[in-house]
Structures are given as structure tokens and as C-alpha cells.
């Protein structure tokens, strides 16, 4: 029976029309090459077209914008950005699938449809390596991209001649054949495609929420203690003074962060130097190493907030490294490139000064992949944005270079303002509690730390707990008995290590970080 025939006059209700059958047929070839391009992202390390969109959309997004997402969603903003990024490249897929479906010429010799099916997914690549990639900021044939515009436009055309070759296959079995009053329950309609990607993006929430939920529950998270206790005396819910690896905060621009081979990686020194250098992980770890307590803080952190960790780390001083290539008169900045694209910079003397490392190991092991392996900065005194991870070359420039973030209206100093946070006690305290937390002020150093128990109206020193080194958080702590039962609003202030207090001027993270008193309110019994 002519398929078209079948359409237009068919009697049984339960056929599939025209429509029903592109569709399936569409959706069948975008699901094949959305798979390979899956395979190809997390077996070969090639580029995936959703994961660029969603690093595109946090791009171009309002600075605003992206700190709302980030501050009512946390991580689950990437998840979700990235989720619905792959839906968009799906639902592209199968709209163009359709289009050539309704459009091209399904009968004829079938040499001629496989001819016409492969000109149509080569031509969806012609349009993704010379349109879509440059839109994303990859380049002509992802020439920008760290995997180079060779494997980047190969890769993809792989995926595309699955696409090709899906389309051409399911359109002999589902458009080809004659249709019986049997096939339907084979269609997949559109509103089930829907309903699936619906459950989709639900799941990955449910999942994401639960993970951190669950986090919470049985692990310190960001250093903070969960009816454990602290060091410095005794104290539930004090952050620990170094702050174990699996708990250390997690922020980056990507998906999917990088996962390097320290076999084939090499640190590329160039620019203004008069001895380019290219050392391997092994030269690297074989330098004279140095190991230095430092705290690390994002400067998208709340006051109060928990992106901030203490740790151990391990590396070669960069000023070693910069004097090996022989700098060059006229050197400004220090520009980093790393592995997942990111870049930023510091200043020539930020680089040149002793605390600053290349880190190859953190808390007495190897840097874990979600921390920069094979290798990543370490600058005291600036926020965690520009202490760059997965750092694959070095340059010395004599400009001012602009990074990832600063292109987006992100702080290019970036120096890390004084915050303290309330730790302890939890909301209800009994005849004696004892307050606690942790202040830290980059490297000028914390001096005095002060607590107000009647909302800062007066105020009152803090036993603080030595530094592990000029460049660490501090705990405190002090004794405290209610003098009557009710509501209790206690705050918090620091004094750097220079005699400047910390400010009571409340601010948002962007551009330069946030700042304000750090206050809870609890109740004495």
C-alpha cells in the first residue's frame, strides 16, 4: 500500500499520519547522534555541542542574571543550564531531521536517498563547525578550542554520519515499509518525547538536590562540622582548621570539568621569555617543592556562606618556574590557559612573590581531578577565580590581560575582602554556649576578631587561635552566658592584620565579592 496514499485516505483510527512517522523517524536519528556525541565527549575528550551552549549562555547571560540562578539554585544552575542546552540541541536535531524528511524526495533509487540522506547530515555539519562553533566562541572548525580544529570538525563529523546514516536507516523501516494497523504501537508521539524529557531534566534535579542534601547530612561540607567537633577547644559545628579534600567547595564554569592524562599533559612557558620552557608532570613534581598552608575562597561566596576551605597544599614556587624562562623587561602580567579554556591572569609581582605556587598535591596526596590535576595555581591574597586549575601554559605578556571572568564584569584585582562567619552554637543555647568560627583576610592576616551578642550594639573580643600561616583563616571562639531567656541576635567582625576593620556595608558578590557583618539569631532557654 502507497504510504501517502494510506495518509490521505486512511479509515483506522489508529494509524500513524505523516507527521507521526518524520517525527519518529527524526527523533531516532538526533537520539543516535546525540549518543555518539556523548561517547566521543567522555571516551575521546572531543567537544559536545551543549556543553559549549550552556558555557554560551552563562557567557552572554547578565552578570545579575547568572547570580541569581547561582544563589537560588547553587550547582544545580550548571546542571540545569546544561541540561536544558542538550534538550535545545536535541529538539534542533529533530526539527532539521523533520524538515528534510517533509521536504527532500523519500522515493526514487536508494542510491539516490543514501546519497541524499549523507548530503543533508554533512551539510548540518557544514553548518555546526562554519556557524554554530564560531557563534559559541570555539572558532571556524573549533579552532579555539583546546582540542584543535582537526579532531574538533572529525569528531563531530563522525557524529553527523551517524545522524546521516540513522536517518537513511529508519527512514527505509518506518517510511518505506507498508504500514499496518500493527505498527502504531511502535510510534513514539511527540507529547511522550515530552513527557520523557520532562522526567529528564526532574530526575536530574531530584538527583542533584538529593546529593547535596545527602552531603550535608553525613559529610562536614566546606569544612564545617555536622554534630562533630573542632579542635579549638571542643566545639560542635566549628569548621575544622584544615579542611579535608572531599569537603574542600567545588565551583567551576564548566559542565563538565576536565579529566587529563598527566602522561601526555605538558606546561607550556612562553611569551615574553627568553628560554621557553615545556616540562612534563614528572619534571614538574621533580622540582625543589615547597608545602604552605593557604585558605581559598570564591568570590561568589555569601557572607556567611561556605565556598571557602583551608588545606595543605604542595607545588614549585612560579617565580622559580618564570625565572628558568628568563623574563623578559616590560612583563605585566602573568596570563594562565587551562585545559577546559578558561583563562585569567595576575599581575607580574603577585606571580614573582614566594606564597605563589604551581600545586601539584593538596592535604599530603596527589591534586585530585576536581581540584586541577595535574596542576593549579595558588595565589595568596586574591579569590579562588583566578587561582587557575588544569593550567596547561604560561604566558608573560606586557598588557593588562582580561580572563574568562573579567570579560564579564568580574573584579580584575580581586582581592580577597575581610569576612568572618558565626559557626556556633545552634539556635538554642541553655544557661552557658560557647560562639565560634573562623575569620580570614587573604594575606594581610587577621588581627582581632570582636562578637556583639546584643546585634552590634556593643562589642567584645574573641580568643583567637593562631594562623597556620600568613595566608590561612583563623578559628575563634568565646564564651557566653545569657543574662535573660529569649532571642538573642549575635554578629560577628574581623580587623585585618593592617588595623582595618571589616566592614558592616552589606554587599552582593559581584563584581568584587561580598562583605557585611555575619549575624544569626538564637534562642536562650
Known sequence: MDFLKLDLNRTAPDLPTAGELRFQVALLAAVAALTASFI???????????????????????????????????????????????????????GAGVAYLRYSRVSGSSLARRISAFAFSLLVWAA?????????????????????????????????????????????????????????????????????????????????????LLGSWFSSGSGRVKGGSGVFPEIDSLALEITPTRDFYLVSKNAFDPQVDSRRWKLEVTGMVDNPLSLTYDEISALPSVEQYATLACISNEVGGDLIGNAMWKGVRLGDILKQAGLRSGVVDIVLRASDDYTDSIPIERAMADGTLLVFAMNGERLTSEHGFPLRLLVPGIYGMKNVKWITRIEAVDI??????????????????????????????????????????????????????????????????????????????????????GKHQLVVRATDGRGVVQTSQLAPPAPSGSSGHHAVTVRSE
Do not use: N
Not at 569528531?155 to 523501516?173: D, K
Open 400 to 485: 593588562d590581560f582580561k580572563g574568562y571572568w573579567q570579560r564579564r564584569g568580574w573584579d580584575d584585582r580581586a582581592e580577597y575582602k575581610t569576612m568572618s562567619r558565626i559557626d556556633a552554637p545552634a539556635r538554642k543555647v541553655k544557661e552557658e554556649a560557647t560562639i565560634a568560627g573562623i575569620a580570614f583576610a587573604g594575606d594581610r592576616g587577621i588581627g582581632k576578631v570582636e562578637v556583639s551578642t546584643d546585634g552590634g550594639r556593643t562589642w567584645e573580643p574573641a580568643e583567637i587561635k593562631p594562623a597556620l600561616s600568613p595566608y590561612t583563616w583563623v578559628l575563634w571562639h568565646k564564651r557566653w552566658s545569657p543574662e535573660q531567656a
Open 128 to 212: 555546526t563547525v562554519l556557524i554554530l562553533l564560531p557563534l559559541l566562541g570555539g572558532g571556524v572548525f573549533g579552532g579555539h578550542l583546546q582540542q584543535g580544529a582537526v579532531f574538533t570538525s572529525i569528531s563531530l563529523l563522525a557524529v553527523h554520519a551517524i545522524y546521516g546514516a540513522t536517518l537513511l536507516l529508519a527512514t527505509a523501516q518506518y517510511i518505506d515499509r507498508p504500514m499496518t494497523a500493527a505498527a502504531p504501537g511502535k510510534i513514539i508521539s511527540r507529547r511522550r518525547v515530552v513527557r520523557g524529557i520532562g522526567y529528564a531534566v526532574l530526575a536530574v534535579g531530584i538527583y542533584d538536590i538529593a546529593s547535596s
Open 40 to 94: 566521543a565527549r567522555f571516551a575521546l575528550g572531543a567537544p559536545l555541542v551543549p556543553e559549549l551552549l550552556a558555557q554560551f549562555v552563562f557567557a552572554v547571560a547578565p552578570m545579575w542574571a547568572v547570580e541569581v540562578a547561582v544563589g537560588m539554585l547553587g550547582p544545580f544552575a550548571k546542571h540545569l543550564a546544561f541540561v536544558g542546552c542538550t534538550v535545545l540541541y536535541l529538539l534542533a536535531l529533530i
